[in-house]
């Protein structure tokens, strides 16, 4: 990987999603900006952030917010998660993210509110809001946004998500990013549909890069797999990663296909996926180490998809329903001329088992995607330096 030792180390505070217990893609954002950073010779930290859950009651007593797609579908989630949970009793397995954050992330003591962030932010020469999907509330949580600390304290978004398509924005909307994209020193998003959101919120300078996870070479992760995980014990494993989002191809269809072709496969599943069928509660070093000996994986998951590819692994990516979160996978997957691997029905996933990828062109096309990033954000870098 390119590194560049600057001349000027600085204290970076980075503002990102990273309390989950069960989606490996979000906790490997956070780990991987930060470790990326530290990597150029900065004092980089990520701010516990205790962000806002939305209330049922409110929307209850303000039922013309449901009005917004998005919000509705995001509450809706909320509704139909908790009483899945009740009724199956769901057990809450321990994949143990909190270890792998204590040996691997450096946050902050404190967790902190949107008041704490106001009021007493923890100190920074840059502050960074990103990766992930932090702007999906379009300036709902402003701390996301970076609206706290030091006026003289620069501030950048880093491959930052709206999770969105540009059509899903009201005026309201707009009119709110406007403001809030101002203050920025530099933005940068990992959609072009991020791109253009911001251009219609009157901010024209973003630029496109990839995902934080991609600016790290794939030995790092390869240092996280387990010893005894690095010779596996099955070949021709079919690792399925599904996330709870609603998805153009069931879980159903799938287990079919694995059952039908008496395939070996492992089904992990996370962020409210609920279903009957057997699961693989893994650690995240598991979860690499199983992406890294699988012969196939099938996925509805971005960050699936991320760490098929760094693997060189053949894999299909199942769209999920009416979601502006495809824009992000057709982003990376347009990028490395691979976007016949998102499927359009259930025969793809078997036609595309049997089509290998070309991993001596995906990767040069990859290389230069993260070279090209790289040098956007060691720019972005220098010109606060200077």
């Known amino acids: 990987m390119f590194v560049e030792i600057y001349l000027t180390s600085m204290k970076i505070g980075i503002i990102t999603f990273w309390d989950s217990q069960n989606n490996y893609g979000q906790i490997l954002q956070c780990f991987a900006l930060q470790r990326y950073l530290r990597s150029l010779g900065h004092d980089v930290y990520t701010i516990k952030y205790k962000h806002k859950k939305p209330k049922i009651s409110h929307y209850l007593k303000h039922p013309f917010k449901l009005l917004n797609p998005h919000i509705y579908t995001n509450t809706c989630k909320i509704l139909i ?35 704490d962030l106001k009021h007493e932010p923890p100190t920074a020469d840059v502050y960074i809001c990103g990766s992930d999907q932090i702007w999906a509330n379009a300036g709902r949580e402003k701390s996301y946004f970076l609206d706290f600390g030091d006026i003289t304290s620069k501030r950048i978004a880093v491959a930052t998500s709206f999770g969105r398509d540009v059509n899903s924005f009201n005026k309201s909307e707009i009119k709110q990013l406007s403001l809030l994209l101002q203050q920025f020193d530099a933005i940068t998003v990992r959609e072009q549909e991020g791109v253009d959101i911001c251009k219609l919120a009157g901010y024209n300078q973003a630029q496109l890069i990839c995902d934080p996870t991609l600016l790290l070479p794939v030995e790092t992760y390869k240092s996280l797999i387990p010893l005894k995980a690095k010779n596996p014990p099955n070949h021709g494993t079919t690792v399925i990663y599904y996330l709870g989002n609603k998805s153009i191809i069931n879980i159903d269809e799938i287990i079919s296909i694995m059952q039908s072709n008496r395939y070996i496969y492992k089904y992990v599943a996370s962020q409210g996926q609920y279903d009957k069928y057997e699961k693989a509660y893994l650690t995240i070093n598991e979860w690499l180490a199983n992406i890294q000996n699988a012969e196939y994986v099938i996925t509805n998951s971005f960050h699936g998809c991320v760490f098929a590819l760094l693997f060189n692994k053949q894999f299909a990516v199942i769209p999920l329903k009416n979601s502006g979160g495809n824009t992000r996978i057709n982003t990376l997957l347009g990028s490395l001329e691979l976007r016949h691997r998102i499927c359009q029905n259930v025969d793809d996933i078997e036609r595309l088992r049997h089509e290998p990828i070309n991993y001596n062109l995906t990767n040069t096309l990859f290389c230069n995607m993260r070279a090209q990033s790289i040098s956007i954000l060691s720019n972005i870098f220098n010109h606060i330096i200077n």
């Open 81 to 115: 998660n908790t009483i899945r949970k009740q009724i199956i009793n769901q057990v809450e397995y321990d994949r143990q993210f909190d270890h792998f954050r204590d040996e691997n992330i450096i946050f902050t003591d404190q967790i902190y509110t949107e008041q």
